[in-house]
């Protein structure tokens, strides 16, 4: 049955090494989710660019759609910042040294809770039988969740 599969082979080369790729990816997954999201719609930061074409994408082209998705998430304005993995300047996402680490743990479980929760809602426009069913949870636990973290 395969053989019905196999009608044209195409190879393209990872994303690391199409240089410019990544940028014009980010701006076409930017574009999608502003269509699927009924938020107003948010813009990279303009130094993203470089950023984005100067990683190594060991992930390729799934690991950059996953990071913008994510930061188009958690971005409170319009404007995408994209973390740079070479910058010095810790993220404030991330735990203090200090910190406790049940604290930091309850944080990091709160911020997964509101990320997946919000993807999950943009996917099925709002519908929180069918966003219950793909998360595979009770529809009440999504309706806690949703009222919990203040979605939409």
């Known amino acids: 049955m395969l053989y019905r599969l196999d009608v044209l082979a195409?190879?393209?080369?990872p994303l690391r090494s199409r240089g410019g790729d990544a940028s014009l990816l980010a701006d076409v997954f930017v574009e999608r989710?502003?269509?699927q999201s009924d938020r107003p719609p948010k813009a990279l930061r303009a130094d993203a660019?470089?950023?984005?074409d100067a990683r190594p994408w060991p992930g390729n082209v799934r690991e950059l759609e996953n990071l913008i998705?994510?930061?188009y998430l958690l971005a409170a304005a319009s404007v995408i910042e994209i973390p740079d993995p070479a910058g010095d300047a810790p993220r404030d996402d991330r735990p203090a040294a200090t910190?406790?680490?049940r604290v930091?743990?309850?944080?990091a479980v709160a911020q997964f809770e509101r990320t997946y929760v919000s993807a999950l809602l943009a996917r099925t426009r709002g519908n929180l039988s069918l966003a219950a069913r793909l998360a595979g949870k009770d529809r009440s636990d999504i309706g806690r969740l949703v009222?919990?973290?203040g979605l939409r």
């Open 49 to 52: 660019a470089h950023v984005l």
């Open 104 to 107: 930091a743990k309850a944080r």
């Open 99 to 101: 910190e406790l680490f």
């Open 33 to 35: 989710l502003n269509r």
């Open 69 to 71: 998705q994510r930061e």
């Open 10 to 13: 195409v190879h393209l080369p």
């Open 147 to 149: 009222r919990k973290h």
